[in-house]
């Protein structure tokens, strides 16, 4: 509680660096993994996601749907940790705990919700390794393109045309990077914590794909 009101004021960005700064990733592996000597802390990974959540509301209201869609998946996550936060510290123990019971592949599971979880935050990576990169870029282009190479691949006819629809209300890329950018920064500054970011969250992705696969989850698409 005492970091959380720390956080508080602060731009999403750092914040989120902060939280990723205080835990290590486990290097993704092809093929078996040792899911114990792996684990995937629970309460800090949320966290992470619901400042990044932050940082997508600043798109504005086209991206409403996948706004709310996050949102639920964090919930979902964070009731269970809450009824055993003991037993949950641990993410893979909630997939092992569905995979036992066989309930890992319906539609409201907790499993489930981790997958689309970490499925939005490659596209929000995705978009933040493209300003990084190109900060000039057309926000309507790089919101596209990050995700055709992320989220449309797993996505149904009804979601893709969804977001199509969506990307016509994307804010103008000077818009959108004054509203990440602190009051003490330029940009420059900000393409720094950008791509620190990046740095720290990529591996706790690949982590989570490659637990992912090992239950056999990677390929669930949406309608």
Same mark, same amino acid.
């Given at each position: 509680?005492?970091?959380?009101?720390?956080?508080?004021?602060?731009?999403?960005?750092?914040?989120?660096?902060?939280?990723?700064?205080?835990?290590?990733?486990?290097?993704?592996?092809?093929?078996?993994? !040792?899911?114990?000597?792996?684990?995937?802390?629970?309460?800090?990974?949320?966290?992470?996601?619901?400042?990044?959540?932050?940082?997508?509301?600043?798109?504005?209201?086209?991206?409403?749907?996948?706004?709310?869609?996050?949102?639920?998946?964090?919930?979902?996550?964070?009731?269970?940790?809450?009824?055993?936060?003991?037993?949950?510290?641990?993410?893979?123990?909630?997939?092992?705990?569905?995979?036992?019971?066989?309930?890992?592949?319906?539609?409201?599971?907790?499993?489930?919700?981790?997958?689309?979880?970490?499925?939005?935050?490659?596209?929000?990576?995705?978009?933040?390794?493209?300003?990084?990169?190109?900060?000039?870029? !057309?926000?309507?282009?790089?919101?596209?393109?990050?995700?055709?190479?992320?989220?449309?691949?797993?996505?149904?006819?009804?979601?893709?045309?969804?977001?199509?629809?969506?990307?016509?209300?994307?804010?103008?890329?000077?818009?959108?990077?004054?509203?990440?950018?602190?009051?003490?920064?330029?940009?420059?500054?900000?393409?720094?914590?950008?791509?620190?970011?990046?740095?720290?969250?990529?591996?706790?992705?690949?982590?989570?794909?490659?637990?992912?696969?090992?239950?056999?989850?990677?390929?669930?698409?949406?309608?």
């Amino acid at each position: 509680m005492k970091r959380k009101r720390e956080m508080e004021g602060k731009p999403e960005i750092r914040s989120a660096i902060e939280e990723l700064s205080l835990v290590k990733a486990q290097p993704a592996t092809v093929g078996d993994i !040792n899911l114990d000597a792996a684990p995937i802390p629970t309460k800090p990974f949320l966290h992470v996601c619901t400042l990044i959540l932050q940082v997508l509301d600043k798109i504005g209201p086209t991206m409403a749907v996948l706004r709310q869609d996050i949102h639920q998946n964090i919930q979902r996550l964070e009731n269970l940790c809450e009824s055993d936060p003991t037993k949950y510290l641990n993410l893979i123990e909630i997939l092992k705990k569905e995979e036992s019971e066989g309930n890992a592949r319906k539609g409201s599971s907790c499993s489930k919700a981790l997958l689309w979880l970490t499925r939005s935050m490659d596209f929000m990576v995705a978009l933040l390794q493209k300003l990084v990169k190109d900060p000039g870029q !057309n926000m309507e282009q790089a919101v596209e393109e990050s995700y055709n190479i992320t989220l449309k691949p797993r996505h149904g006819w009804i979601s893709s045309a969804a977001f199509k629809v969506a990307l016509k209300l994307v804010p103008d890329n000077k818009t959108f990077i004054s509203l990440l950018m602190a009051k003490d920064q330029n940009c420059d500054n900000l393409k720094e914590e950008m791509q620190t970011l990046i740095t720290l969250l990529v591996p706790f992705l690949e982590q989570i794909h490659s637990v992912m696969r090992h239950y056999r989850l990677d390929r669930l698409k949406s309608s």
